[in-house]
Every structure is written in structure tokens, then in C-alpha cells.
């Protein structure tokens, strides 16, 4: 079946920008996950959501970082002011119940 | 506070021999442990889990786990590397209090040489 998706799978942008970054779970799965990896390192929890509401922030790194989850499936995570610091793999995973979380591909973010 | 460590950045294997990529693990409560593999620009892939029962843990593509409470250890196992083994492999441990969030170790590069 279809897995995790993300869009873009690349994204290029300036220091200061907006971006938006979209992840589609696998359906029926009632978990979200974002995560953030950067070079060398392993991915770090950045929020989590159950259903619609976002049941876990605590990873956000500042208020400029944000996501939603309106109807309880696809997730947009929307980064306001981006600084070269930001530069990153954003991962998106999903899961249902107790399951391993399944991860998408991936949206390679660039702050030039 | 939960943490996950591997202490190899990259191992070196010969097609054909034992591979071994180590990770430990610090965790209040009981450990859910899982190994994900990463191959170049693919998202990561869940290998293997153990949550509880016996200690070595059989998974996907003849990898096995070996859990060992004493030292806190759930190093990942193959008894014949392949070639297509090759890539990144991330060891992770649940959160005992909060489900929802998963820790993950550094990344150890598994290089096997024909």
C-alpha cells in the first residue's frame, strides 16, 4: 500500500521566508510524527499529533516553528522567518496505535 | 531522561561475515527498543522491535536484535553481511512515560565490501 508522502521532496528558500512543508500518512493512521535530522545526526522529535489536535510540541525548537493537522490526516508544518540554522531533512512518519511509526521520504529544507 | 547511543560512526564488514553495529540505551521504565535502516534518499525503514519476551529479536531481511537488561545493550546482528546491506541504521527507544516520542541514537554507516 501507499506509504508516508511528503511534498516538497526539496525545497530551497531565503533567509527570512516562509515555507510550508506537507506530509500525507498512510491512511487510516491516526498518529502523526514530525521529525527533524540533520547532517550526522539521528532524527529528533519535533511534534506529535492524535487525530486532530497536537498532543505533543514540546520538540518545537521556537514559536517560529508551527503545524496543524486540520482534518486529522494530512499535516502542513510551517516554518515563519527561516534561518540558515533551520537547513535540515524534515521527516514526517505515521502510525496506528502501539505500531513502529512509518516515515516518509523526507523534504530536504535549504535556508541560503 | 531517555537516551540512545552509538558509539560506532561507521563499521566495516566483508561481504559474506558477521555483522555487528552496537547501541545502548538509557530509559526509565521498561525499554521498547527498534532498529530503522536508511538507505540514500529514502526515508527510514523499521528493521525489528522488541517490546518484551525474548531477549533476541528476529527481523526484517535476516537482521536480529540481542537485548541484553544488564548492560543496557540492543546491538544489531546479521550472521552474513550482503553487499545491499550497506547504508545508515539508526537505533531508537520509546519514551516510558510519553509513548508518543521515540529517541534516536546518531547513525552508524554499515559498509560491506564485496
Known amino acids: 500500500g501507499a506509504g508516508v508522502s511528503q511534498t516538497p521532496s526539496n525545497k530551497v528558500t531565503e533567509k527570512g521566508k516562509y515555507v510550508e512543508l506537507r506530509c500525507d500518512p498512510i491512511?487510516?493512521?491516526?498518529?502523526l510524527y514530525w521529525y527533524r535530522q540533520s547532517l550526522g545526526q539521528g532524527p529528533e522529535f519535533l511534534i506529535y499529533f492524535q487525530g486532530t489536535g497536537a498532543a505533543d510540541d514540546s520538540g518545537l525548537p521556537n514559536d517560529r516553528f508551527f503545524a496543524v493537522r486540520p482534518e486529522g490526516s494530512v499535516s502542513t508544518l510551517k516554518i515563519q522567518r527561516t534561518e540558515r540554522g533551520d537547513s535540515a531533512v524534515y521527516l514526517c512518519a505515521s502510525s496506528l496505535m502501539e505500531q513502529p511509526i512509518s516515515f516518509g521520504p523526507g523534504t530536504r529544507l535549504t535556508v541560503l | 531522561a531517555q537516551s540512545v547511543a552509538q558509539p560506532e560512526d561507521q563499521v566495516n564488514v566483508a561481504e559474506g561475515n558477521p555483522l555487528t553495529v552496537k547501541c545502548t540505551y538509557s530509559?526509565?521504565?521498561?525499554?521498547?527498543l527498534f532498529w530503522y535502516v536508511q538507505y540514500p534518499n529514502r526515508g527510514l525503514q523499521f528493521l525489528l522491535k522488541y517490546i518484551t519476551g525474548d531477549n533476541l529479536v528476529k527481523g526484517s531481511y535476516g537482521f536480529e536484535a540481542e537485548f541484553n537488561k544488564s548492560q543496557t545493550s540492543f546491538h544489531l546482528k546479521k550472521p552474513s553481511a550482503l553487499v545491499s546491506d550497506s547504508a545508515l541504521y539508526f537505533c531508537?527507544?520509546?519514551?516510558?512515560?510519553?509513548?508518543?516520542?521515540?529517541?534516536f541514537g546518531s547513525g552508524t554507516k554499515l559498509n560491506v565490501k564485496p
Open positions: 530509559v526509565s521504565g521498561n525499554p521498547y
Open positions: 531508537a527507544v520509546r519514551d516510558g512515560h510519553n509513548f508518543n516520542k521515540f529517541y
Open positions: 491512511s487510516g493512521h491516526t498518529a
